[in-house]
C-alpha cells in the first residue's frame, strides 16, 4: 500500500483542474494522486462538451462560479500556457408567452448579480438579429459581456499538463473500492490519503456507491450535430430556442442540439448519436428559427454524458458530513467545465485552508441531498 497526501478520483478537467490549484498552492506540499481510467479521454464529458461559459443561471453561486471562470479563461495564456480561443458574442435565451414569466425572474437575480444581460421584446430581438424569426417568441434574454465558448479539451489538457509539471501523479486505473482513507484500484493496488476526491464526472455516482454513499449523479447521453449551411446568418450568440434546441457557430460551421424527448433520457445508454433526434426535433427547430438554417447540412456529429444530478442539477462539492475524508466535485448537469476554475480553486481551499476563501461554496454541499433541500437551477441547457 501506497501512500499520498490527496488522491483525486476523476482526471478530467475538474480532477485536474483541482490537481494544479493544489500544486500551485505555495502552502501545500504534499503529494498528490490523480485516478482516470481513461487517459485517451475518448469518453470523458470534458472532452466531448460544448465548450460553452454563461452568466444567465438562475442560482447566484453558479453566476459567481462562472464569473470567476471567464476571467480565469481570459488570464489562459499567463496561467496555463495556452490560449482557448475565447469568443464572447454571448447567449441569447428565447422564451414564448409559457416561459416569460421564469426568464424575467432569472433576469431579476442575474440583473441583481451585476450581470450585463438585456431583455428584448421581438421587435427589439428582431432589430438586433434581422436573420432571425421571432415567430411565437414573446421575450429574449441576451447577454451582451462574459459569455461565449472556447476550446474546452484544450482547458482539459493544459490542467493535466500543468499539474504533471508540478508533480502531481497520473496513474491509469480504475478505483473499484473506496474506505475513509484509502481506495482500491483494479489492478490490486491500494493506496492510503489523508482525502480523497471525487471527480469522476458522470460516474462520480458509482463510485460514490462503492462506499455505501447515495450521490444522485449519472450519465445522460447528448448528441451534438455540426452542420453547414449555403449563407450564413450574421452575428449569432449561442442561443436557446424557446423549444429547448440551442446552436452557435464553430469555425465556418455551427453546432446544435438539445435534450432528449421527455421519457427518453434513461442513464448511461450507450454513448451513440441519436441521429433521430437531428430529423424530428433539431432541425425542425433550427429551420423555423433561422430561415438561413433551412438547408442546413449535417457534416459531422459526437455524442457525450452530462454528469446529471438528478437531484438538482446543481454541483457537489465540499465534504461529506459523516466521512470527512471525502470531497465531491462533480454533479455540474452540462455546466462544469466553464466552472471547473473557480471550483477547482475553491476544492483546493478547502484542502489546504480546512475552508473556501474565494468562493463560499457551502451551499452546494452534500447536506442538501441528505435533508432534501434542492437548489434548483432552472437554466439547465
Same mark, same amino acid.
Given at each position: 500500500m501506497s501512500a499520498r497526501d490527496v488522491v483525486i /478520483? #476523476?482526471? #478530467? /478537467?475538474? +480532477? *485536474? *483542474?483541482?490537481?494544479?490549484?493544489l500544486k500551485s498552492d505555495p502552502n501545500f506540499s504534499g503529494g498528490v494522486v490523480v485516478v482516470e481510467r481513461d487517459p485517451t479521454y475518448a469518453r470523458a464529458s470534458s472532452a466531448l462538451s460544448a465548450s460553452s461559459i454563461r452568466q444567465q443561471f438562475s442560482t447566484p453561486l453558479n453566476i459567481h462560479l462562472s464569473r470567476y471562470g471567464i476571467g480565469f479563461l481570459r488570464r489562459a495564456p499567463e496561467l496555463l500556457g495556452v490560449d482557448l480561443g475565447l469568443k464572447e458574442p454571448g447567449y441569447l435565451f428565447l422564451a414564448s408567452r409559457a416561459g416569460e414569466a421564469v426568464l424575467r425572474a432569472n433576469n431579476a437575480i442575474q440583473r441583481a448579480e451585476n450581470c450585463s444581460i438585456e431583455l428584448l421584446d421581438p421587435p427589439a430581438l428582431a432589430a438586433r438579429f434581422p436573420w432571425m424569426s421571432t415567430e411565437g417568441i414573446t421575450l429574449a434574454s441576451h447577454g451582451t459581456a462574459n459569455e461565449g465558448w472556447f476550446d474546452g479539451p484544450a482547458l482539459m489538457q493544459a490542467f493535466r499538463r500543468k499539474a504533471? =509539471? @508540478? #508533480? %502531481?501523479?497520473?496513474? %491509469?486505473? =480504475?478505483? /473499484? +473500492? @473506496? %474506505?475513509?482513507n484509502a481506495v482500491t484500484l483494479r489492478s490490486g493496488a491500494k493506496i492510503e490519503a489523508g482525502t480523497i476526491v471525487i471527480a469522476a464526472g458522470p460516474w462520480s455516482g458509482q463510485v460514490a456507491a462503492l462506499a455505501g454513499i447515495d450521490l444522485p449523479v449519472e450519465p445522460r447521453r447528448r448528441s451534438v450535430f455540426v452542420f453547414d449551411v449555403r449563407e450564413p446568418p450574421g452575428l449569432t450568440p449561442l442561443t436557446i430556442d424557446a423549444s429547448g434546441v440551442w446552436f452557435r457557430p464553430e469555425g465556418r460551421f455551427y453546432i446544435g442540439g438539445g435534450s432528449p424527448a421527455e421519457g427518453n433520457d434513461p442513464p448511461e445508454p450507450p454513448l451513440e448519436v441519436q441521429h433521430a433526434e437531428w430529423d424530428e426535433t433539431v432541425w425542425p427547430a433550427l429551420a423555423a428559427r433561422v430561415p438561413a438554417f433551412e438547408a442546413a447540412k449535417v457534416v459531422n456529429s459526437w455524442a457525450g454524458y452530462y454528469e446529471y444530478n438528478t437531484f438538482d442539477q446543481n454541483g457537489v462539492v465540499g465534504r461529506h458530513p459523516q466521512m470527512e475524508s471525502l470531497i465531491f466535485a462533480t454533479g455540474f448537469s452540462g455546466h462544469g467545465i466553464q466552472q471547473s476554475p473557480a471550483v477547482g480553486r475553491a476544492v483546493a481551499e478547502l484542502i489546504v485552508h480546512g475552508n473556501y476563501r474565494t468562493l463560499d461554496l457551502l451551499s452546494f454541499g452534500y447536506e442538501r441531498i441528505s435533508t432534501g433541500r434542492p437548489i434548483r437551477e432552472l437554466n439547465v441547457v
Amino acid at each position: 500500500m501506497s501512500a499520498r497526501d490527496v488522491v483525486i /478520483v #476523476g482526471g #478530467g /478537467v475538474m +480532477g *485536474s *483542474s483541482i490537481a494544479w490549484h493544489l500544486k500551485s498552492d505555495p502552502n501545500f506540499s504534499g503529494g498528490v494522486v490523480v485516478v482516470e481510467r481513461d487517459p485517451t479521454y475518448a469518453r470523458a464529458s470534458s472532452a466531448l462538451s460544448a465548450s460553452s461559459i454563461r452568466q444567465q443561471f438562475s442560482t447566484p453561486l453558479n453566476i459567481h462560479l462562472s464569473r470567476y471562470g471567464i476571467g480565469f479563461l481570459r488570464r489562459a495564456p499567463e496561467l496555463l500556457g495556452v490560449d482557448l480561443g475565447l469568443k464572447e458574442p454571448g447567449y441569447l435565451f428565447l422564451a414564448s408567452r409559457a416561459g416569460e414569466a421564469v426568464l424575467r425572474a432569472n433576469n431579476a437575480i442575474q440583473r441583481a448579480e451585476n450581470c450585463s444581460i438585456e431583455l428584448l421584446d421581438p421587435p427589439a430581438l428582431a432589430a438586433r438579429f434581422p436573420w432571425m424569426s421571432t415567430e411565437g417568441i414573446t421575450l429574449a434574454s441576451h447577454g451582451t459581456a462574459n459569455e461565449g465558448w472556447f476550446d474546452g479539451p484544450a482547458l482539459m489538457q493544459a490542467f493535466r499538463r500543468k499539474a504533471r =509539471e @508540478l #508533480g %502531481a501523479e497520473y496513474i %491509469a486505473d =480504475e478505483v /473499484v +473500492g @473506496l %474506505a475513509p482513507n484509502a481506495v482500491t484500484l483494479r489492478s490490486g493496488a491500494k493506496i492510503e490519503a489523508g482525502t480523497i476526491v471525487i471527480a469522476a464526472g458522470p460516474w462520480s455516482g458509482q463510485v460514490a456507491a462503492l462506499a455505501g454513499i447515495d450521490l444522485p449523479v449519472e450519465p445522460r447521453r447528448r448528441s451534438v450535430f455540426v452542420f453547414d449551411v449555403r449563407e450564413p446568418p450574421g452575428l449569432t450568440p449561442l442561443t436557446i430556442d424557446a423549444s429547448g434546441v440551442w446552436f452557435r457557430p464553430e469555425g465556418r460551421f455551427y453546432i446544435g442540439g438539445g435534450s432528449p424527448a421527455e421519457g427518453n433520457d434513461p442513464p448511461e445508454p450507450p454513448l451513440e448519436v441519436q441521429h433521430a433526434e437531428w430529423d424530428e426535433t433539431v432541425w425542425p427547430a433550427l429551420a423555423a428559427r433561422v430561415p438561413a438554417f433551412e438547408a442546413a447540412k449535417v457534416v459531422n456529429s459526437w455524442a457525450g454524458y452530462y454528469e446529471y444530478n438528478t437531484f438538482d442539477q446543481n454541483g457537489v462539492v465540499g465534504r461529506h458530513p459523516q466521512m470527512e475524508s471525502l470531497i465531491f466535485a462533480t454533479g455540474f448537469s452540462g455546466h462544469g467545465i466553464q466552472q471547473s476554475p473557480a471550483v477547482g480553486r475553491a476544492v483546493a481551499e478547502l484542502i489546504v485552508h480546512g475552508n473556501y476563501r474565494t468562493l463560499d461554496l457551502l451551499s452546494f454541499g452534500y447536506e442538501r441531498i441528505s435533508t432534501g433541500r434542492p437548489i434548483r437551477e432552472l437554466n439547465v441547457v
